[in-house]
């Protein structure tokens, strides 16, 4: 026979269980590909994106300070700017995979902050393509394709699945662009 004691305790179990097990499930379903620390640009500090990011929609660039597509840094911005309301975040990723970066985290930094008044979160260079690749852009590789130059943007919901892929040549202030960023924060 059961004291009441023993029922009390068994309740309470059952409740915490009930309040960590969704948190628990919640934190597990983060992909591998999104956990692990990232370094922002020209900074000691990091970010772990399954802490961060996972759950968000979420616009993925990769960048490059000298390409003809650098330009587009602005209209990276006015997107971030339209949805982070929305929930919409921008990560831009630099990369020297097409030997267009600079030489310096420094750099990188001036040219993306001061020149092109970006706000959303840069990240400190990595690979984007090949076996270097760093392994978020192996899985937008698998989920879609390598990019094939800088500049390329991927929209993945909340559960890192890719929704869009764009190349470089679409603007991110383009009609099609748009389209996809909004079908993406609605959902």
């Not at 020297?96 to 930094?109: G, I, L, V």
Request: charged share 25%; glycine share 8%; hydrophobic share 35%.
């Amino acid at each position: 026979m059961k004291t009441t004691f023993d029922r009390l305790g068994s309740s309470i179990c059952t409740v915490v269980l009930g309040l960590a097990l969704p948190w628990l499930a919640q934190a597990g379903d983060c992909p591998a590909f999104l956990d692990g620390e990232i370094k922002k640009l020209h900074s000691e500090e990091t970010i772990n994106l399954c802490d961060d990011w996972h759950g968000q929609p979420t616009l993925i660039v990769n960048t490059a300070s000298f390409c003809g597509f650098t330009p587009q840094f602005e209209a990276l911005e006015a997107v971030h700017q339209r949805y982070s309301d929305k929930g919409l975040r921008v990560l831009g990723f630099p990369s020297d995979d097409f030997r267009q970066e600079a030489d310096s985290e420094s750099e990188t930094a001036e040219i993306c902050y001061i020149n092109y008044g970006v706000t959303f979160t840069m990240l400190s260079p990595v690979s984007v393509k090949g076996d270097k690749a760093h392994p978020l852009f192996k899985e937008l590789a698998r989920q879609t394709k390598a990019p094939g130059w800088n500049f390329n943007k991927y929209l993945m919901d909340g559960e890192g699945r890719v929704t869009a892929h764009f190349g470089s040549r679409v603007s991110p202030d383009s009609e099609e662009f748009i389209a996809a960023v909004e079908e993406l924060v609605a959902q």
